[in-house]
Each structure stands twice: as structure tokens, then as C-alpha cells.
T-cell receptor, first 113, second 115 residues
């Protein structure tokens, strides 16, 4: 069964550094998402992306965050200047249409020191 | 602002018995509800969903019940198996307006099936 893949599985970075999290959604999917889960808390929506533009974003997704689909397969989340509170598990997800269930990747654990 | 609440952080059930996981929501605009299952070091996996036009949806051993007046849904697993041990997340969205994009998740219930 096709799956969403995320790299790296664990990223450690220093506060203030830029980080890029990478995702390869399922190939025929059209909608792409980033969610995150801070340790011990709930999974939170960050942003959705369709037709090469952001379709919706949460209040968490401020100017420090950006997303890009640089080619036909990758979908990236960039954090420009990381803060300690950005430490979390970041999940990429995709679906074929807006009403079908999301398929999640295994996540990237980001640790900001 | 906990719009979706799972008040039981953990639940232990004997193998073969019924597991019942509960979820409450406060936002009356939610009209589509999903359950996801999550194993350690993996992403959430979709399990079952229900639209607000129904009060029950069944898929094999999994049944979801929706009580709109009480703003409550539950997931029943019968019979429970050791492989069901995982964290279960309830999620909700307003699908009529936005589609499935912005899911609001609960905090999860860790289910342990005792052999």
C-alpha cells in the first residue's frame, strides 16, 4: 500500500537555526498537510496546501513557517528561526480529495536545543 | 480551547472483551468525526469515520456511535485483540464547509489489551 514518507525521522537543531522537514506524499494525492504534536499534547493542524498554494493555516503557522512543493513529489515545511517551543513531532499528511481520510507519515521528531 | 475531549488517558481491557473509547466535543459546527489509531514511532492511521447524518457506522470489529444531542461519540472494538493496543485519537471537522482539511484532535486514549 502506498504511504507518506518523511525524512529525517529525527532532527536536532540549535535555537535560531533554520530547519527543513521533508515529506513525499502519496503520488496521486492532491491535498497536503502538516500537523504537529508537542510531547504529551494533542495533534494540532498547522497548514493545508492545494494547487501550489496554502488553502488554510492555523494561528500556530506564523511568519516563521513556510511550505513548498518544489517539484512533483516533495512537500517541505521550513522553520526559519527555530525556538525551543518548536520541539515537537511533525506529521505530514495527504489525501486524494478534501473529503477522504488523511494518510499520515511516521513523523519527524524535531528537537530544538 | 479543548473542542474535542477524550477524558480517559488510558484504558486496559482483557483480550476478547469489548473496548469502549469515548470522546466529547463542544463545537456544534462539527459534522464529521474520525477515529485514528497510533502505534509508537508511527503516524496516526485512519480507522473509521461517521457523518453527523448517521448515528452508527460499523466496519468489522469497529463500530462508532454518535449522539449529536449529547455531543458524544464512542468507538467500540469487539472482540479486542492484542494488536489493538495503541493510542486512539478522536478527531472532528466541519466537512460541509471546508472538507476534511482542518481536523481537530482529542488528546488520545492509550488502549492496552491484556492477553
Amino acid at each position: 500500500e502506498p504511504e507518506v514518507t518523511q525524512t529525517p525521522s529525527h532532527q536536532v537543531t540549535q535555537m535560531g537555526q533554520e530547519v527543513i522537514l521533508r515529506c513525499v506524499p502519496i503520488s496521486n494525492h492532491l491535498y497536503f498537510y502538516w500537523y504537529r504534536q508537542i510531547l504529551g499534547q494533542k495533534v494540532e493542524f498547522l497548514v493545508s496546501f492545494y494547487n501550489n498554494e496554502i488553502s488554510e493555516k492555523s494561528e500556530i503557522f506564523d511568519d516563521q513557517f513556510s511550505v513548498e512543493r518544489p517539484d512533483g513529489s516533495n512537500f517541505t515545511l521550513k522553520i526559519r528561526s527555530t525556538k525551543l517551543e518548536d520541539s515537537a513531532m511533525y506529521f505530514c499528511a495527504s489525501n486524494l480529495d478534501r473529503r477522504s481520510p488523511l494518510h499520515f507519515g511516521n513523523g519527524t521528531r524535531l528537537t530544538v536545543t | 480551547d479543548q473542542q474535542v475531549k477524550q477524558n480517559s488517558p488510558s484504558l486496559s481491557v482483557q483480550e476478547g472483551r469489548i473496548s469502549i473509547l469515548n470522546c466529547d466535543y463542544t463545537n456544534s459546527m462539527f459534522d464529521y468525526f474520525l477515529w485514528y489509531k497510533k502505534y509508537p514511532a508511527e503516524g496516526p492511521t485512519f480507522l473509521i469515520s461517521i457523518s453527523s447524518i448517521k448515528d452508527k457506522n460499523e466496519d468489522g470489529r469497529f463500530t462508532v456511535f454518535l449522539n449529536k444531542s449529547a455531543k458524544h461519540l464512542s468507538l467500540h472494538i469487539v472482540p479486542s485483540q492484542p494488536g489493538d493496543s495503541a493510542v486512539y485519537f478522536c478527531a472532528a471537522t466541519t466537512i460541509s464547509n471546508f472538507g476534511n482539511e482542518k481536523l481537530t484532535f482529542g488528546t488520545g486514549t492509550r488502549l492496552t489489551i491484556i492477553p
